[in-house]
């Protein structure tokens, strides 16, 4: 079974409010970086339809990112990682017609995919490549992984 396509996870429809509260009691994130969250509602919706998608750094290389629900303020975070780091895929032969909002993440603001492209948590050994996640309800699913392998040796000293 093949990569799965944003065509094929299209967000519910519903209306947004002009100016979301954030909800820092929905998660342990929203209470460590609000200032981010509250930064990125200023901007329009930009995934899964009434849905904002903040991202920023964490190093050199690393990202952190989280999903709010532009209807009731609540942060979703992925289960399983906490930053995305290291690899930068040549997602375009993949993930064609996808805007670039990143170099580690793919998303639409008409559909509910949402694709992670590097190494989750550092862990290049073991959890480096695409992982394709959707929304349901207020969680962020795991619907399909495309693991790469780091092939290149260690330099001999």
């Avoid at 998303?107 to 190494?119: C, R, W």
């Avoid at 959890?127 to 399909?144: E, P, S």
């Avoid at 392998?149 to 330099?155: G, L, R, S």
């Amino acid at each position: 079974m093949g990569a799965p396509k944003f065509g094929d996870y299209p967000p519910v429809v519903s209306t947004t409010s002009a100016h979301p509260r954030l909800d820092i009691t929905s998660n342990k994130i929203a209470r460590e970086y609000p200032t981010v969250l509250r930064r990125a509602l200023k901007d329009p919706a930009n995934y899964a339809g009434h849905y904002t998608v903040a991202i920023w750094g964490c190093g050199s290389s690393c990202l952190m990112f989280a999903v709010i629900d532009r209807e009731t303020g609540r942060v979703i975070t992925p289960k399983g990682f906490s930053t995305v780091s290291g690899v930068h895929l040549a997602a375009d032969d993949f993930l064609p017609d996808t805007p670039k909002n990143t170099w580690a993440l793919r998303f639409k603001p008409e559909s509910t995919l949402l694709v992670v492209l590097g190494a989750l948590d550092e862990d290049e050994q073991n959890r480096n490549g695409a992982f394709y996640y959707t929304l349901k309800g207020d969680q962020l699913v795991l619907v399909h992984t495309t693991v790469v392998k780091k092939t290149c040796a260690a330099p001999r000293s």
